[in-house]
């Protein structure tokens, strides 16, 4: 579903912020990506939601190569990646509802199919009761579940988290995790940028490592990735 073959990231400042990063995630599949600050997270999740594109390599999202896509059809491809901010990024002259009606508006969806799919995703996070209600009304905790809610109210089949837990106490942490697993137990596919290594330990699932721009554990030399 997620694919980086000898992926490069220079920057003007002939800063590279990512050399020669291969790996694959499957369908369904709930990974981690890990590493210092500077070690290249941030950049790695841009190249997957074609905020930045790679100097060197492919990256590929269900098998559409993103180096060469059309700038008209970012806006497609991006309809299909769910993205969770540390910070929610919710509006708060807004309701909950409509934060989570946003990407629906986006695409044209008709009133009917808003309104069952808001509330469709509200009730998976547990917040259908609070839909009227101002963001700022909620807890940390549940103004994260609100920007859950408002990632997968497309039904993506790609969930990119960066570091959705780095304001929450464990036992919340806890919780927004048994969420991501929900998701990729019905098909889709989590990446989670994350620095809580203790956490990341309890969900025992791949952690993809980040060093210097270097993915150094997790990955897939590419010439194993494609039998060679």
């Not at 990974?31 to 074609?50: C, E, Q, R």
């Not at 988290?161 to 036992?171: C, I, K, Q, V, Y």
Request: proline share 5%; glycine share 10%; hydrophobic share 40%.
């Amino acid at each position: 579903m997620i694919e980086f073959r000898q992926v490069t990231k220079r920057y003007d400042s002939d800063h590279t912020a990512l050399r020669q990063v291969n790996f694959h995630l499957n369908r369904g599949e709930l990974a981690f990506l890990t590493g210092h600050s500077g070690a290249g997270k941030s950049t790695l999740l841009k190249l997957i939601m074609v905020m930045e594109r790679p100097t060197a390599g492919e990256v590929l999202v269900g098998g559409q190569r993103l180096n060469s896509m059309p700038r008209r059809q970012i806006p497609y491809i991006r309809r299909h990646i769910g993205v969770v901010f540390q910070n929610h990024q919710l509006l708060f002259d807004r309701t909950v509802f409509d934060n989570v009606a946003m990407p629906l508006h986006v695409t044209g969806a008709s009133p009917d199919a808003i309104g069952r799919r808001v509330r469709a995703a509200l009730d998976k996070v547990g917040l259908l009761s609070k839909e009227k209600m101002n963001p700022m009304q909620l807890s940390g905790g549940e103004q994260q579940r609100v920007g859950i809610a408002r990632a997968v109210v497309n039904k993506p089949p790609v969930l990119l988290a960066d570091e959705p837990t780095g304001n929450l106490d464990p036992e919340l942490s806890a919780d927004i995790m048994q969420l991501f697993t929900q998701f990729s137990q019905v098909g889709v596919t989590v990446l989670i940028a994350s620095h809580d290594i203790g956490l990341i330990n309890d969900m025992g699932r791949r952690t993809l490592t980040l060093d210097h721009g270097e993915l150094v554990a997790g990955g897939t030399p590419w010439g194993e990735q494609h039998g060679l």
